[in-house]
């Protein structure tokens, strides 16, 4: 494992425990919420940072599913607790419902079919769900499906889900958690009741400023690079 790889881990990682025990807090709001639940899943998981952050919280069991080629380190979970699938090519559906159901920074990685597809699985396996996802121009991936929080809350919303409004507020400030997850993780619980009119979903459309200084940063970097690069081209031309 390289520098690199593994300081990206551990970001993740930090990023992970921070939000879930922030999930955690808050359910503990509701007067039939267990202290944590006892078991969480996650879609793409990865190399299972954030399942392992989860149990180190105190989830007694876990599952993550993903392909053995999107993992850069090793697996940090037991074989055991990884289900090899292919969230691209084939419908996936819990057999048992998680009490918390995760999936982050993966569907605009799909096409706008799959994604949907992916929306009404992870509402097939679970009643809580924290989802993130890209938002448009947040990386240079013109290929992949980036859309704002409010398209993938009206997905939500056809399969009686409802973002938690409050969640956010908890992390928004947090700067152990990575600005890309504070600017695009809502957390989904399904309605018992679907109201008559949907509520004003583009209220979730935001951009975390720490999200958009890195942004300025990156093209700035590029900007004089760029910059520098062409003085050397006029130097040797000249010469």
């Not at 004089?224 to 006029?234: A, D, G, H, K």
């Amino acid at each position: 494992m390289g520098f690199r790889s593994l300081h990206a881990f551990n970001y993740e990682y930090a990023s992970a425990f921070a939000m879930l025990k922030a999930v955690f807090a808050h359910r503990r709001r509701r007067a039939d919420a267990a202290k944590v639940p006892n078991y969480v899943a996650q879609f793409a998981c990865r190399e299972g940072s954030w399942l392992s952050a989860a149990k180190a919280l105190g989830v007694g069991r876990v599952l993550g599913v993903d392909t053995n080629s999107a993992r850069e380190t090793p697996l940090c979970i037991d074989e055991s607790e990884f289900r090899e699938l292919d969230l691209v090519q084939i419908k996936v559906v819990l057999p048992q419902k998680a009490d918390l159901l995760l999936c982050v920074e993966y569907a605009h990685q799909l096409t706008p079919e799959r994604g949907a597809g992916l929306v009404a699985d992870l509402c097939e396996s679970a009643d809580l769900v924290l989802f993130g996802a890209g938002i448009p121009r947040q990386d240079n991936h013109p290929e992949h499906n980036y859309q704002w929080q409010s398209y993938w809350a009206k997905q939500f919303a056809q399969h009686g889900f409802l973002p938690d409004w409050r969640f956010r507020e908890r992390c928004w400030s947090d700067k152990s958690i990575a600005p890309a997850y504070r600017q695009n993780c809502i957390l989904y619980a399904r309605a018992a009741r679907m109201p008559k009119k949907l509520p004003d979903f583009e209220r979730l459309d935001m951009v975390h400023p720490a999200a958009w200084e890195a942004l300025q940063e990156r093209q700035r970097a590029l900007a004089l690079q760029l910059t520098r690069s062409t003085i050397r081209q006029l130097s040797q031309w000249k010469s």
